[in-house]
């Protein structure tokens, strides 16, 4: 499968932004998808995930209740809506994909190109 992500930009503080992974040769429905992100001089760390039923998400402690992941099965697509936006928000956010029970960043065998938001203050 081939992920495409859209939708980063630089907002202020507060703000929101909803990123989008499209994705081609594959269905969405069939794999588990997520995002992860990284900063300038930090680690790749989880952002959030969807499981294939599409009825099970988590979230990193520090965007739950900001971020929310869905996902449009007639558009192939899942979206990252990011809401209350902090600076240390500010990354490079990546679309992921696996077939199995991915874990770690490393487990994910499929990866979009990434999308940068920057977070003003």
């Known amino acids: 499968v081939q992920l495409q992500a859209s939708g980063g930009g630089l907002v202020q503080a507060g703000g929101s932004l909803r990123l989008s992974c499209a994705a081609s040769?594959?269905?969405?429905?069939?794999?588990?998808m997520g995002w992860f992100r990284q900063a300038p001089g930090k680690e790749r760390e989880f952002v959030a995930v969807i499981r294939r039923s599409g009825s099970t998400t988590y979230y990193r402690d520090s965007v739950k209740g900001r971020f929310y992941i869905s996902r449009n099965n007639a558009k192939n697509t899942v979206y990252l809506q990011m809401n209350s936006l902090k600076p240390d928000d500010t990354a490079v956010y990546y679309c992921?994909?696996?077939?199995?029970?991915?874990?770690?960043?490393?487990?994910?065998?499929?990866w979009g190109q990434g999308t940068q938001v920057t977070v003003s203050s």
């Open positions: 992921v994909a696996d077939r199995g029970s991915p874990v770690t960043a490393n487990d994910y065998e499929y």
């Open positions: 040769g594959g269905t969405v429905s069939s794999y588990r």
